[in-house]
């Protein structure tokens, strides 16, 4: 009885908090009013019409609201937490400090209703109503006052909507008359549509793009007259597109293209340009004039997409300058298009070229930590000289260096140190046998990249890692990259491996494949589609493809057969012979201004066939860590069910595999200033292809989805602008070592329990986003 009595006291308690709360917020909010004002809480719009459906109606009075202004203060629940936070700072007495952070940061002013013009937004909802054909609309406002608070209502009552029952284009015999009404096909005014401005001026800018198409540089726009008859009766339109008396001649004129002329080492900072005549390059259509002869001639003519006599069009306008900015070696390019002093009807093209400085060095400290894995710094130098050979190349030269620490659980001690060096030159172009011709605005290029790395686990092994590729990376368009590496070759070698290493690897004969030496070689692939940048869709994704085709060649030359016994070397090294293929898709679903749900799902296969058995260590699959699975330590997790077994190492072994599956999804909101919050989950594992006798459960059954380990968390996301700076603490809920039936773990949540906090929460720190 007393037990039930308490929890109805605690029941009432909660109603009772939650009814002052209400209470502060709301009355302190109305206090602070200046005298004889009241707070302006919002409006309604009512549209009154028995012709238009009710979804009609309601889409008509959603777009109308959003036209009213000023907005009120925000609110969360009913609350107006940012005013109550604006009053109680009351007026700083300097533009410093705490009051004056909460004040103008934090808080928000209130919103009164001598700001609000009811006779102003009623027109304005009035030309919104008859801009979408809605003629001779009425409005009518009022407000309606509680509590020196008011609230303002707008009844609209529009007529019968206007449809379009005819469109005509241009029918004169001119050039440009001739040249518009072609583009009637295509024309965004259809017959039985409903009347709209916003159209019409979409329309106009349609025609206009068409013409720039087809050399009429100087027209816009505004030469383009809509004269609308609503005479016609039966709420129908008649429109009719025409050119205006006034447009000038010369916009009238297709005009094409005569001189091309660069100047490659132009200077804002300079009104003239001096130079000789020797200066002065004649190459094929262009005029370069090279003051410092600073590039090959070849340059601009694989990035002017205009030839002499070509008609002028906005596509190879916009074309040539992406292609000057992708270039990579220019920090300013202007064009300028002048009217021909020598043949009529003609225009000049100038490029006007300012460039970025020939050598510089670019210093990036990178960082990570995993409460139960590493803590992880890092640093790059790179040296970087532009326009090495006068062809726009690019050379890098790169020394990079860092450290993993293990500060705390069964790896301390054991810790990674990384030294390398990495070389690469890049081409703006394609280099190959045959000559291969990119239409795109971006520019194709060749790479090719030798890298050395040095990387030494304290207490167990070293190892050095050579790599040297040739590819092409090229772009169709801003949503679709491509790369490709003809050439990849991978050496690895073991050093230094320890006593202690060697004895476990009699225990675990798995970790024996870390230390052997790797010969890999084969060309490599990867596709990636994207349309992320596009801020104003609700829905975006990115893909990412890899495939890699490894060994191959060489295996089927060679007959190379492992099940045999029938190894082949290279350099006295077994070179690996497998297939790889790897899928990353996420989705971005926008749920307001400031929020988000972010899904990733990667799906991953390698197969290892002919002259080997299992993949190569380093390029087998993990999951765990700040990117992945974020309640598991990193390379932790998996495979399958396999149980690590306890042994007298003083580290845990990382674990790999051929398969890999893995989902994550976070909610991710602004909430406050800079800081970011998110919830999270993860899940996912890997698999091996084959049984392993050494590791039970590790292979891929039809019950794989028994093997799913499960996480979940919360995060705080710091965005400082130049980079996002995420914390992430996270638990499991399921953990697929343990036996069946025990394998979720969430009634054992206990966060009040130390013990259960020091064995399960993972505190992730990282720099960017997980995905």
């Known amino acids: 009885m007393n037990k039930k009595h308490s929890d109805m006291e605690n029941r009432y308690m909660k109603y009772f908090l939650l009814l002052s709360l209400f209470f502060v917020f709301g009355c302190s909010n109305t206090k602070y009013l200046p005298e004889g004002d009241l707070l302006y809480t919002g409006a309604s719009v009512t549209v009154k019409d028995s012709i238009l459906k ?19 203060n925000k609110q969360i629940l009913g609350l107006r937490p940012k005013l109550w936070f604006y009053n109680i700072a009351g007026e700083p007495k300097k533009d410093k400090g705490f009051r004056y952070w909460l004040r103008t940061k934090v808080g928000e002013a209130p919103v009164l209703l001598s700001k609000v013009d009811l006779d102003y937004n009623a027109s304005v909802l009035r030309n919104y109503a008859e801009n979408k054909g809605y003629f001779k609309t009425r409005v009518s406002a009022d407000s309606t006052v509680r509590s020196k608070r008011v609230t303002a209502e707008y009844i609209v009552q529009p007529r019968k909507q206007y449809k379009i029952k005819e469109v005509k284009f241009p029918e004169d015999s001119s050039g440009l008359g001739k040249a518009i009404a072609r583009t009637s096909r295509r024309s965004l005014l259809k017959v039985g549509n409903p009347y709209d401005l916003d159209i019409i001026k979409t329309e106009r800018e349609r025609i206009d793009t068409r013409l720039k198409e087809k050399g009429f540089y100087y027209f816009n726009p505004d030469y383009i007259l809509a004269q609308v008859d609503s005479s016609k009766g039966a709420s129908l339109v008649s429109i009719k597109l025409k050119i205006k008396e006034e447009t000038p001649e010369k916009a009238k004129i297709a005009y094409k293209i005569d001189k091309i002329i660069v100047y490659p080492n132009f200077s804002i900072s300079k009104d003239t340009i001096k130079y000789k005549k020797e200066d002065i390059i004649q190459y094929n259509d262009f005029t370069i004039i090279d003051t410092a002869n600073t590039f090959n001639p070849r340059v601009f003519d694989r990035a002017i997409y205009f030839k002499q006599g070509d008609l002028y069009n906005r596509k190879d306008h916009n074309l040539t300058l992406n292609r000057f900015v992708n270039l990579g070696t220019f920090s300013f390019v202007k064009n300028e298009f002048r009217t021909s002093d020598s043949i009529k009807n003609t225009l000049d093209s100038y490029y006007f070229l300012t460039l970025l400085p020939k050598k510089f060095i670019r210093v990036e400290v990178l960082g990570k930590t995993n409460s139960a894995s590493y803590n992880g710094t890092g640093i790059n130098v790179n040296w ?13 030269v790169s020394a990079f260096g860092g450290a993993d620490f293990q500060l705390s659980g069964q790896n301390k001690g054991h810790n990674i140190f990384k030294l390398g060096t990495e070389t690469s030159l890049t081409w703006p172009r394609f ?8 239409s795109s605005e971006f520019v194709p290029r060749t790479k090719a990249t030798i890298r050395y790395e040095y990387q030494n686990r304290t207490q167990l092994y070293a190892l050095n890692s050579f790599n040297t590729s040739f590819g092409y990376l090229w772009k169709e368009n801003i949503r679709k990259e491509h790369q490709l590496n003809i050439v990849d070759i991978t050496y690895v070698s073991p050093n230094n491996v320890t006593a202690e290493y060697q004895e476990d690897i009699l225990q675990d004969p798995s970790l024996g494949k870390v230390i052997e030496k790797q010969l890999i070689f084969g060309p490599t692939y990867s596709y990636t589609y994207t349309n992320t940048m596009q801020k104003r869709k609700k829905n975006t994704i990115y893909f990412n493809g890899e495939l890699d085709f490894v060994g191959n060649v060489t295996g089927l030359i060679t007959g190379a057969n492992i099940k045999k016994n029938d190894t082949i070397k290279v350099f006295n090294v077994p070179f690996s012979q497998y297939v790889k293929a790897k899928a990353d898709f996420r989705h971005y679903l926008k749920l307001g201004k400031e929020s988000q749900l972010a899904s990733r799902i990667i799906v991953g296969a390698g197969y290892a066939y002919g002259n080997s058995s299992t993949l190569p260590n380093s390029k087998q699959f993990v999951v765990g860590g700040t990117n992945s699975i974020r309640a598991f330590r990193a390379r932790s997790l998996g495979p399958g069910s396999y149980i690590i077994p306890e ?6 072994p990382d674990q790999s595999a051929d398969l890999k599956l893995e989902f994550n999804t976070e909610y991710r909101a602004k909430l ?11 899940a996912g594992n890997i698999w091996l292809l084959n049984a392993d006798p050494d590791k039970a459960g590790a292979e891929i059954t039809k019950d794989f989805m028994k093997d799913i380990a499960v996480g979940a968390g919360a995060g705080l996301r710091f965005d400082l602008s130049f980079l996002i700076l995420r914390t992430d ?3 499991p809920l399921r953990i697929p070592s343990l036996p069946q039936g025990d394998k979720w773990v969430i009634d054992n949540i206990n966060l009040g329990d130390s013990s259960w906090r020091k064995d399960n929460l993972i505190l992730n720190i990282a720099i960017g986003y997980p995905f």
Do not use: H, W
Request: positive net charge.
């Open 54 to 72: 009710k979804k009609e109606r309601k889409a008509l009075e959603k777009d109308l609201e959003e036209l009213l202004r000023p907005k009120p």
């Open 384 to 396: 970087n000289n532009r326009n090495l050979f006068k062809g726009a190349e690019l050379l890098t």
């Open 431 to 438: 280099i190959a046998p045959f000559n291969i011709q990119g």
């Open 647 to 652: 042994t007298t190492s003083s580290y845990v």
């Open 672 to 682: 406050f200033s800079i800081v970011k919050g998110a919830i999270f989950l993860d």
């Open 729 to 731: 603490l996270a638990f």
